[in-house]
């Protein structure tokens, strides 16, 4: 059992930045990548990013790409998301996930991920 929370979301207006936390618990945070997904009023979850195991590489869906950044310290045992250039339609509750094997990968389409309660943000024109 893994446990993740995410903290940080608010409101901001657009063109403003955000970022958000995600605190895992355990001791072996460091072998497993890790992702950041997103969930509109009336859409389906949508992949944001992920970041590997060992942090070396990291992957954006295109509407996140040079906007956002993910990084994590694995001392603090803790996953970041900075949202930058913020747009009206990055309005979401906002998920942190880890893959359910160590080493393994957050896929965009994943399902059997863990995943943390969501923080919401909301941008404003």
């Known amino acids: 059992q893994v446990r993740l929370v995410e903290s940080g979301g608010g409101l901001v207006q657009a063109g403003g930045s955000l970022r958000l936390s995600c605190v895992a618990s355990?001791?072996?945070?460091?072998?497993?990548?890790m992702g950041w997904f997103r969930q509109a009023p009336g859409k389906e979850r949508e992949f944001v990013g992920r970041?590997?195991?060992?942090?070396?590489?990291?992957y954006y869906a295109d509407s996140a790409k040079g906007r956002f950044t993910i990084s994590r310290d694995n001392a603090e045992n803790t996953l970041y998301l900075q949202m930058n250039s913020l747009k009206p339609e990055d309005t979401a509750v906002y998920y942190c996930?880890?893959?359910?094997?160590?080493?393994?990968?957050?896929?965009?389409?994943?399902?059997?991920?863990?995943w943390g309660q969501g923080t919401q943000v909301t941008v404003s024109s």
């Open positions: 996930a880890a893959a359910s094997e160590p080493y393994g990968t957050v896929l965009p389409g994943t399902t059997n991920a863990y």
């Open positions: 355990g001791r072996t945070f460091s072998r497993y990548g």
């Open positions: 970041i590997s195991w060992s942090g070396s590489n990291t």
